[in-house]
């Protein structure tokens, strides 16, 4: 099979964050869009690009882009596309779909004419005039934007959020595609201290071990691509094999702290589940008891917003106190996440970096406070 066009869709804000991964993958053909990261690569990287990347939301072939005014073109179009190269006689094939400032708005009516176009092109290519599709799935997306639909086909299946250690869930959990960017954008090395002082669930220090480790986050989950006999046989076993081969055992400095014994049962279970629990120390502890014995480290969190009603005089003071119990670190780096608008006035420091991220559908901050660089090894 030739190079195929993939896309690897990302939330707002980490479209960068995903083309660094594929960069580290050593994919250079890169086009980087609001919302996505196109790439030129070989089938390998369906595979690869599905078990490695921490920050991506899916993993998208592209089938083709077009302008389309009318029904009819749109039809034509998709048709002519070359589905019977990737879709077998037996494929499952449904087709959501997204028009946003189009004049095709009607959603349905686009996914009822491109499943029709589908079935005509697949028509062509099998000699039959009825499909089962109890196969493998191939989940078909049409997205209008301005008039240009773009078609492609789901390689990943269930969200690539969905590491597959996370069954339990606290309340308002961070997503394991963001919490992985908030280790990312902190540039932590797994030779350094790294502390959550509201650990809730535990996903932030689970995805800060698995990037110590340089374990694949997908190394023990299942992609809708993995049952496609259209890929050559073995890429996926070879893909494992070398995502096996790339962990690097070693000792990490990773605590999450919670005041709820009830969360951090929870956390201690996903850490289990992700394979790092001997890896991430989780303890009890008010943020007012935080300290640490080590001169240089990384804090990033993940605080309460206030964004319920009452909460606010709460959240304000919790940051107030945040700015006083940080001094007590003042050689290490903080991040922190946050959709509050009065952070910065409330935590008592400008932060020499922010982020606009999105935790869902809320607009957040990433703030961001440098410490000095560390002087030597042995300084800690």
Not at 71 to 84: D, H, V
Not at 244 to 254: A, G, K, N, S, T
Request: hydrophobic share 40%.
């Amino acid at each position: 099979m030739a190079d195929i066009e993939l896309i690897a869709t990302a939330a707002f804000g980490l479209e960068a964050v995903v083309a660094r991964e594929l960069r580290q993958l050593g994919y250079a053909d890169l086009t980087v869009e609001d919302g996505r990261v196109t790439l030129l690569a070989d089938p390998a990287a369906v595979c690869r690009a599905n078990l490695w990347l921490r920050t991506a939301d899916r993993v998208l072939v592209k089938m083709g882009k077009f302008s389309a005014l009318t029904f009819e073109s749109l039809f034509e179009q998709t048709k002519a596309l070359p589905w019977a190269e990737w879709l077998p006689e037996n494929a499952c094939f449904p087709v959501t779909g997204k028009s946003v400032r189009s004049r095709l708005f009607s959603v349905p009516d686009c996914q009822a004419i491109v499943k029709k176009a589908v079935v005509e092109n697949l028509k062509q290519k099998y000699k039959r005039s009825w499909f089962g599709e109890d196969g493998p799935c191939y989940r078909i997306q049409v997205a209008l934007l301005k008039d240009v639909a773009t078609l492609t086909i789901d390689t990943s299946g269930v969200g690539l959020h969905k590491r597959g250690y996370r069954p339990l869930n606290a309340p308002a959990p961070l997503k394991e595609t963001l919490a992985a960017a908030l280790v990312l954008l902190s540039r932590w090395q797994p030779d350094r201290v790294f502390i959550d002082p509201f650990c809730g669930s535990g996903t932030i220090p689970v995805e800060a071990a698995l990037f110590g480790l340089n374990q694949a986050p997908g190394l023990h989950r299942d992609f809708a691509a993995c049952h496609w006999p259209n890929l050559p046989p073995g890429l996926w076993q070879r893909a494992r094999e070398e995502a096996h081969d790339l962990v690097r055992p070693q000792d990490l400095r990773i605590i999450g702290t919670d005041i709820s014994d009830e969360v951090l049962r929870l956390a201690r279970f996903h850490a289990g589940q992700a394979g790092v629990g001997e890896k991430i120390h989780f303890q009890r502890q008010a943020l007012a008891d935080l300290q640490s014995r080590y001169q240089y480290g990384w804090l990033v969190c993940n605080p309460p917003y206030g964004e319920r009603l009452g909460q606010a005089r709460e959240v304000a003071a919790l940051y107030r106190q945040m700015g006083q119990v940080f001094t007590r670190l003042p050689t290490w780096s903080f991040y922190v996440l946050t959709a509050h608008p009065q952070f910065e006035k409330n935590f008592g420091r400008r932060a020499e970096k922010r982020r606009k991220l999105y935790n869902g559908r809320l607009e957040c901050t990433y703030y961001q406070f440098f410490g000095p660089r560390k002087k030597s090894v042995g300084s800690e």
